[in-house]
T-cell receptor, first 113, second 110 residues
Framework: GAGVSQSPSNKVTEKGKDVELRCDPI?????LYWYRQSLGQGLEFLIY????????KSGLPSDRFSAERTGGSVSTLTIQRTQQEDSAVYLC???????????FGNGTRLTVT | QQQVKQSPQSLIVQKGGISIINCAYE??????FPWYQQFPGKGPALLIA?????SEKKEGRFTISFNKSAKQFSLHIMDSQPGDSATYFC?????????FGTGTRLKVLA
């Protein structure tokens, strides 16, 4: 497919477990973003990658959250010791460069029970 | 200063009417202002965007009006259709990130 792909589309986990969310950006897109969307809220910035480096990770809510990007392509967002307040839709977006518009995936809906 | 304030939270419009959504920002360093449309279960999709050196941009039934001095911008949807029923987000681009408004849920009645 030509779009941003995220997996899994839905994830239910127990409080205290670790989860990994995956993002496959559009081929050739160097910029990659993670956002979090909670019910009734806007999109909350988490982290920005340019290539494999993250010049801005200021939005990560706590040290339980981490993200990496390898080969300038796939990115993984990891949440350790999940809490109920982590329940949200996690969205990934990519763009061909800083000046190009964002293309979003359909997100991963995370539910922590 | 990094916030983008969006209103209204929800909007109901009759088919054929005009839908208007407003956003305001504080940070004058923002350099690009897109609007996104989101349907349930889908990611946001770019609808239309404007740069701060332009006061208006029109694409089909969608128009952005931009007031740099007031630090406000708005989306106008002319001849609103039931298929336009979705959540709309304004955004502003800063350094390394886009700041999004809280969204407006639009319902267009048939």
């Amino acid at each position: 497919g030509a779009g941003v792909s995220q997996s899994p589309s839905n994830k239910v986990t127990e409080k205290g477990k670790d989860v990994e969310l995956r993002c496959d950006p559009i081929s050739g897109h160097t910029a990659l973003y993670w956002y979090r969307q909670s019910l009734g809220q806007g999109l909350e910035f988490l982290i920005y990658f340019q290539g494999n480096s993250a010049p801005d990770k200021s939005g990560l809510p706590s040290d339980r959250f981490s993200a990496e990007r390898t080969g300038g392509s796939v990115s993984t967002l990891t949440i350790q010791r999940t809490q109920q307040e982590d329940s949200a839709v996690y969205l990934c977006a990519s763009s061909s460069d800083y000046n190009s518009p964002l293309h979003f995936g359909n997100g991963t809906r995370l539910t922590v029970t | 200063q990094q916030q983008v304030k969006q209103s209204p939270q929800s909007l109901i419009v009759q088919k054929g009417g005009i839908s208007i959504i407003n956003c305001a920002y504080e940070n004058t360093a923002f350099d690009y202002f897109p609007w996104y449309q989101q349907f349930p279960g889908k990611g946001p999709a770019l609808l239309i965007a404007i740069r701060p050196d332009v006061s208006e941009k029109k694409e089909g039934r969608f128009t952005i009006s931009f007031n740099k001095s007031a630090k406000q911008f708005s989306l106008h949807i002319m001849d609103s259709q039931p298929g336009d029923s979705a959540t709309y987000f304004c955004a502003a681009r800063g350094t390394y990130k886009y700041i999004f408004g809280t969204g407006t849920r639009l319902k267009v009645l048939a």
